[in-house]
Nanobody, 123 residues
Framework: QVQLVESGGGLVQAGGSLRLSCAAS????????LGWFRQAPGKERDFVAG????????GYADSVKGRFTISRDNAKNTVYLQMNSLKPEDTAVYYC????????????????WGQGTQVTVSS
């Protein structure tokens, strides 16, 4: 069992930056592929970024490539999402998720989910 707790969300102006963190419980954090997803009001949950178990491989949605960076610190059981050049369309609840298999852009790959953190970007 893995428990995930996101933090770092908030209100920011367009063009600004935020760094989200997701702290995980458990001693097997390094065995999980990790992903960030987001869900805007009235929309489906979408993949944002993913990272492999040791951090050697990452993937991004086209909409965030070049602006967002996912990273992980297995010693701290934490995954991060650095978000730069934020746009109003980035407004959403952001979720981190852990997969016992591999990271993927498909949400059903993931076994555990956090409660989410709200990110609001004003124009």
């Amino acid at each position: 069992q893995v428990q995930l707790v996101e933090s770092g969300g908030g209100l920011v102006q367009a063009g600004g930056s935020l760094r989200l963190s997701c702290a995980a419980s458990g001693r097997t954090f390094g065995n999980y592929g990790l992903g960030w997803f987001r869900q805007a009001p009235g929309k489906e949950r979408d993949f944002v970024a993913g990272i492999s178990r040791k951090g050697g491989s990452t993937g991004y949605a086209d909409s965030v490539k070049g602006r967002f960076t996912i990273s992980r610190d297995n010693a701290k059981n934490t995954v991060y999402l650095q978000m730069n050049s934020l746009k109003p369309e980035d407004t959403a609840v952001y979720y981190c998720a852990a997969s016992a298999r591999y990271y993927s852009d498909y949400d059903r790959t993931y076994d555990f989910w956090g409660q989410g953190t709200q990110v609001t970007v004003s124009s």
